[in-house]
């Protein structure tokens, strides 16, 4: 199912998370730690093997610079890159030196330039005629993203063979795909089909996995990104409220979950889960497995 495969990706990224935050001082004087530490684990959970040279291939040269990492997938380009990654210490990203890494990718042929500090990462089109700004496909930040977030949108570096499609700025592939390898359709029907007793359940997990208390808005939008919605489902509510019938739903499931004790609400919009939410939980869990 989706949910497991995004589970396991927080459950790995709250690791990188914690492993910044307690050796901040190390990354931020020492690039390579950070390559070791925190990017290569990161590509290994995208699907990279960064053992083999056919996929990731370390220092490659280019021009007067050689790359920290060269991506590429043999089957689709021949052994090519087809993204070139710039690591520094962290905290010591530059627009300057972003651009000049465009620059070599753009010469080379390569059109995707990833760079990143271990926390910040930056997924940029070399190809494309704009501010430094407005190249950006897409970016995200370990330390002060919500994971689940970060989970969907780093799929858009994750080793398929989508990487490098005409619009790079929508998800390259969803997320069951890295498990299974199926197609589109069959990889969409494995979403569970959104329904009460299915959100009841994932506001359910999602609280019992954060650490923190969980806003009520995040809470809904992560429902929508882990279930199949079908056109009713995203009808508005009403003639006079135009807002999808499924986020009115999972909006007002999550104040049903508190009038009966399974959430707790902590601060204006944010919750968390009680043990009688955990113990909803577990028997939810048990009669879909």
Do not use: C
């Not at 935050?21 to 190390?26: A, P, V």
């Not at 997938?73 to 530059?94: C, D, Q, Y």
């Not at 359709?185 to 996995?209: G, W």
């Not at 006079?240 to 019938?245: A, D, G, L, Q, S």
């Amino acid at each position: 199912m989706v949910y497991s495969y995004v589970e396991d990706f927080v459950k790995r990224l709250s690791k990188l998370k914690e492993r910044i935050e307690k050796h901040r001082d190390l990354f931020s004087n020492n690039e390579a730690a950070v390559r070791y530490a925190i990017v290569n684990p990161f590509l290994q959970m995208l699907g990279w093997n960064i053992d083999d040279p056919e996929e990731v291939i370390p220092e490659y040269p280019v021009e007067e610079w050689r790359a920290d990492y060269a991506l590429s997938i043999k089957e689709l380009v021949g052994g090519k890159p087809i993204a070139f990654i710039e690591v520094k210490k962290l905290g010591n990203i530059t627009d300057k030196e972003s651009k000049e890494k465009l620059k070599y990718a753009f010469v080379s042929g390569v059109k995707y330039t990833i760079m990143t500090d271990g926390d910040k990462w930056f997924l940029y089109d070399a190809f494309k005629e704009a501010p430094l700004d407005q190249r950006i496909i897409a970016s995200w930040s370990i330390l002060n993203d919500d994971p689940f977030e970060i989970a969907f949108k780093s799929l858009v570096i994750a080793k398929t063979r989508l990487f490098g499609k005409e619009k790079p700025n929508e998800p390259l592939f969803k997320p069951a795909e890295l498990q299974t390898g199926k197609s589109d359709r069959e990889t969409a029907s494995m979403k569970p089909r959104f329904d009460e007793k299915t959100a009841e359940m994932l506001i359910l997990k999602i609280l019992a996995d954060s650490k923190e208390p969980v806003r009520r808005r995040d809470i809904v939008n992560k429902i929508g990104s882990l279930v199949q919605l079908y056109e009713e489902d995203l009808k508005p509510w009403s003639s006079k409220y135009n807002i999808p019938r499924w986020k009115v739903i999972a909006d007002d499931l999550v104040s049903d979950l508190r009038h009966k004790g399974l959430l707790k609400r902590v601060n204006k919009g944010y919750y968390v889960i009680t043990e009688e939410g955990r113990k909803r939980l577990e028997q939810l869990e048990k009669k879909i497995g």
